[in-house]
């Protein structure tokens, strides 16, 4: 595929990195020429076919040349995060067994360096910052000396025979889970798992031809090793490089994406900053945004209960749409996006209907690692609030008799790696992998997901509790960036919520609060009685046994680099536990 974009699109963009006039874009001839200059450079620092090659180095258009460069010899890369700990990087690293290391810079080498001299099976590490290259050390080459100063004006015959000598069922890619519950897992994918998965999307919910979109993810992340290596490589599509999420605003305006997924985190903080600017709105403009955010968000409710949207309705939201919403849209990049997904965790109802009022419905997907990405899909004629959507085709999805989701078909993983290379069957004869995840499914065929089976809250009253709804709750106020609902064995359940670090300080100066610092509003009365308010809300669509009784507040923020989420933003429970154990025990003292 990727030398067919080369030869059918050779002058289209492929990849840019960054925004403006210092931007810098590779077309799809150019990155394979790139790419097939580094394939025979790591071949001849000895990687091979089935090894393992770890890259430590953020978003920037070396991080695909490297890893394409690993594809077409054959061998895995893989990605790291860049949260690890220090034993965490040692156990990738002896696990993988990898030959190759890339890092980008100093830092990756600070953090690397105390683990190099436990790795027999290393050969050389690659840096790609030249001036963070190690003196009078052999085992370390510059990534500009490993390219070469210029590239041939074709590519040879040697990187076309590794391309001819690709198979569908091929080792691709390892990808690390997060080890919420245990060691990561390597999970191995191969060129069906996400080329299945990559024309999976472009089937469910069509983009224009080269469809345009923007990387900001940990590119260890799965989502964004789909979205942003392979199945842009599928449709021949062009991705913009965010470096930094503090840029994702202008990077997103500057792309103009076709699509775009996010973490519920990351689509709650682009609504509040919307709800912000809307509230500033007033007379004739406020009117007509409230019009035409009605007749949006009624056609998104019709949708979601599978109703039949009427005709004129749906004349009218369209005409409002382009003359009041797209506008809007425009001002924050999403005027041309075909398809807006979210994942990896519950995102609050409200939020989603906010978004969808104007004009840029989220659907909700649910998949794992081990589905190379999405396994079920919302789509905008298949969809119900809270729900996440219907299996793909070429997936099947089953429900076990103590409600655990079973996955097969041609996205789920081909096995697990093994410290010494070999991959272990995940699946066995039938082909059915067991998620982890507890879920429903409506008359309709779409899959709901109630929690994860590890994640359970079973009270001293023997009441079995699912802790993400009553989180997604909780968070859909605008203060709360983070919640965690405690219970397990506990004669209640009580709280810990996490201001959110944009939205309380602006909350504060709207209502004349002296103080804009996060540790003085987590005491701070007036917040108190908001989030009494959120509390008693989220409480009034809970079950008796599921009510939050007491509840603490923390200033945060939390963060990956904090410890308590990880790098896709999800609760690392056990870290909270033992992190604020004095305050989940003054609840129940």
């Known amino acids: ?106 830092e990756q080498l600070r953090q690397w360096r105390p683990v190099l001299g436990e790795l027999p099976h290393l050969r050389a590490v690659v840096v790609v910052d030249p001036e963070a290259v190690p003196d009078h050390d052999p085992r370390f080459v510059s990534y500009a000396d490993l390219r070469g100063a210029e590239l041939p004006g074709e590519v040879g015959a040697a990187f076309e025979r590794l391309t001819d000598e690709a198979t569908p069922d091929q080792p691709l890619t390892v990808v690390y889970t997060s080890g919420t519950t245990g060691d990561p897992k390597g999970v191995v994918l191969s060129h069906r798992n996400v080329i299945h998965e990559s024309v999976m999307q472009d089937h469910l919910v069509a983009v224009p031809e080269n469809p345009r979109s923007v990387a900001y993810l940990p590119m260890a992340h799965i989502a964004e090793r789909v979205l942003g290596i392979y199945m842009p490589i599928c449709n021949a599509g062009h991705v913009t490089i965010c470096r930094e999420q503090a840029q994702l605003l202008p990077t997103l305006i500057a792309a103009r994406p076709h699509g775009f997924f996010g973490v519920p985190r990351v689509w709650e903080k682009l609504a509040g900053g919307l709800r912000a600017k809307l509230g500033a709105l007033s007379g004739a403009e406020a009117a007509a945004v409230a019009q035409a955010r009605d007749a949006a968000v009624e056609v998104f409710r019709l949708r979601s209960s ?26 924050i990049g999403f005027d041309d996006c075909r398809r807006a997904f979210s994942g990896a965790a519950p995102i609050p109802v409200d939020v989603l209907e906010f978004l969808a009022s104007l004009g840029l419905p989220v659907y909700e997907v649910w998949g794992l690692s081990e589905t190379s990405g999405a396994a079920t899909v919302s789509t905008p004629d298949a969809f119900s609030l809270g729900a996440v959507g219907r299996p793909g085709p070429g997936i099947e999805v089953a429900i076990g008799e103590d409600g655990e989701l079973f996955v097969r078909g041609e996205a789920v993983l081909a096995g697990y790696l093994r410290s010494d290379g070999e991959i272990e069957d995940a699946t066995g004869e039938d082909g059915w992998l067991p998620t982890g995840d507890i879920g429903t499914v409506d008359d309709r065929g779409i899959f709901a997901i109630t929690d994860r089976k590890k994640e359970i809250i079973i009270t001293a009253g023997g009441k079995n509790i699912p802790p993400t709804r009553i989180e997604s709750l909780l968070r859909s106020h605008p203060l709360v960036a983070q919640a965690v609902a ?37 005491r701070h009365p007036e917040v108190r009685a908001a989030l009494d308010e959120a509390v008693a809300q989220a409480n009034s669509a809970l079950a008796r046994a599921e009510q939050v009784k007491k509840y603490r507040v923390l200033a945060g923020p939390w963060t990956a680099e904090s410890g308590e989420l990880t790098p896709k933003l999800s609760l690392r429970r056990k870290v909270i536990d033992e992190r604020y154990a004095d305050e989940i025990e003054s609840m129940y003292s």
């Open 486 to 522: 405690i219970g397990d064995r506990r004669r209640y359940v009580t709280a810990l919520l996490v201001l959110d670090e944009d939205a309380a300080p602006a909350w504060a100066q709207a209502e004349g609060i002296g103080t804009t610092d996060l540790d003085e509003l987590s």
């Open 1 to 106: 595929m990727l030398r067919r974009n080369a030869r059918r699109y050779p002058d289209h963009p492929a990849l840019t990195s960054g925004i403006g006039p210092d931007a810098t874009t590779l077309t799809w001839s150019r990155l394979r020429s790139e790419v097939a200059v580094l394939a025979g450079a790591l071949a001849a620092l000895g990687l091979r076919r089935r090894d393992r090659m770890l890259i430590a180095m953020s978003k920037r258009p070396e991080h695909w040349i490297v890893d394409l460069a690993a594809t077409h010899i054959g061998a895995l890369p893989c990605t790291t995060y860049d949260t690890l700990s220090t034993e965490q990087i040692r156990f990738v690293a002896k696990h993988s067994a990898a030959s190759v290391l890339v890092l980008e810079g100093r």
């Open 306 to 331: 599978g109703k039949e949207v009427p005709a004129d309705l749906l004349a009218r939201q369209r005409q409002l749409d382009d003359r009041v919403l797209r506008p809007i849209r425009a001002a």
